[in-house]
């Protein structure tokens, strides 16, 4: 790639989209971000900086995101800056280096800007990628980037999954939970999902191997829903939902269960979040439930990448992802997470190679 094909060292008008202000007990919306356009930005990456200047591709809407408005510093990532640039995984080319370990052309995963160019000063963080005309480029933010690793190392590392055992799975047709169903399914497992929409459902069930899916929002009483989908009980549940479903299901877990609470979409805005009455289940089942973060598992991630690769390639697992066009589509994107709009992974395209 030649320096004049990439225009090294025009200006450009760098278009972002900008977090407004801390928000505290209620679901983000669209309107919590904005589009900037005329941020001028020199095509370069500043000599003696060690920075790479990237031209972003793909960038994920991950509900982790939620977390990050709110104006506390004590979780595990720090908030936003109110006025500046969203920040969050994405799918990047190099334009330019000042970074002997990077070269302009290669592609890198890993934490970047919601804008069309950012400069990554921390590149530790990035994870280079090797095109593979079998395997889409946004998959590295999906199926084989950080949703797709935290089924792997949520199901294989703290679910302790045996064959035949009884799987279920909450916000099963999204970027995590797909993928964990699929691995239960190849471990022989009997696996269930509850998604949101009968599209969803159909999806779990038709595309995805699913042995059998609800919606939940059609289900008026969970416990009888589960009692119906688990006659024998659950022995594994995937808790990415939290509330109402994880006290259903710990009425219905099994003696020696697992549960491996990976989040709780349900409850992030909330003021007041449920309380969960029933925790005594705990006691005569015997069940395991423990929270986990994906990042407790990196050392597992070159092994992650080559057999779900694999997998893939095989065509033993699919992955389903739903693509907004435009940089500028970023906030409305993002919002639907938290009602359900997306199904699959939400990923948005700012640029095609
Ligand atoms: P996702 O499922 O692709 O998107 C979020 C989905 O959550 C929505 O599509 C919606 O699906 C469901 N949802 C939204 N509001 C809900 C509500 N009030 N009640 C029930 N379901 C609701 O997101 P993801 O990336 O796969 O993340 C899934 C979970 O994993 C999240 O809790 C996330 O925070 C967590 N996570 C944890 C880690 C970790 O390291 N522990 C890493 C990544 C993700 P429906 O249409 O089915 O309602």
């Known amino acids: 790639m030649s320096a004049a094909a990439v225009g090294l060292g025009k200006m450009v008008d760098n278009k972002q989209i900008i977090f407004k202000g801390y928000i505290e007990q209620r679901a983000p919306e669209e309107t919590d971000m904005e589009v900037k356009v005329g941020n001028k930005m020199k095509l370069e990456a500043p000599k003696g900086s060690g920075a790479i200047l990237v031209k972003n591709l793909y960038l994920s809407c991950d509900p982790y995101m939620r977390a990050r408005m709110r104006d506390f510093h ?24 000042d970074n002997p370990n990077f070269k302009g052309g290669e592609f890198v995963a890993g934490f970047t800007g919601w804008e069309e160019y950012t400069l990554i000063y921390k590149t530790e963080q990035l994870r280079k990628v ?4 079998r395997i889409p480029l946004s ?31 909450s916000a099963a047709s999204g970027a995590v939970g797909q993928l964990v169903g699929q691995l239960a399914k190849l471990h022989g497992c009997y696996v269930v999902g509850s998604a949101g929409s009968s ?26 829903a589960l009692k119906r989908y688990f006659p024998e009980g659950i022995d594994i549940y995937f808790e990415n939902v939290g509330g109402a479903m994880l006290e259903a299901v ?26 969960v009455r029933n925790l005594f289940n705990l006691v005569p089942k015997r069940i395991r439930m423990q929270g986990f973060l994906q990042s407790d598992f990196l050392h597992l991630y070159p092994r992650f990448l080559e057999e779900v690769g694999s997998l893939y390639k095989q065509g033993k697992i699919k992955y389903v992802e739903d693509r907004n066009e435009g940089l500028q589509t970023g906030p409305t994107a993002f919002a639907g997470l938290f009602s359900g709009k997306n199904t699959g992974k939400q990923v948005i395209c700012v640029a095609h190679e």
């Open 74 to 97: 004590g979780s595990y990532f720090p908030p936003f800056v109110p006025h500046s640039v969203v920040e969050g995984f994405g799918v990047s080319k190099i334009i330019d280096s």
């Open 130 to 133: 090797e095109p593979d005309h």
């Open 139 to 169: 998959y590295h933010i999906g199926l084989l980037g950080m949703p797709g690793f935290t089924a792997y190392a949520g199901f294989y590392e703290v679910c302790s999954p045996k064959k035949n055992e009884y799987v279920f799975v």
């Open 199 to 224: 599209a969803k459902v159909g999806l779990l069930k038709k595309e995805l191997g699913f042995d059998d899916a609800f919606n939940y929002k059609e289900e008026g009483d969970l416990d009888a």
């Open 250 to 275: 710990l009425q219905n877990m099994r003696v020696n269960g697992r549960i491996a609470v990976c989040g709780m979409v349900s409850q992030h805005s909330m003021s007041d979040p449920d309380g």
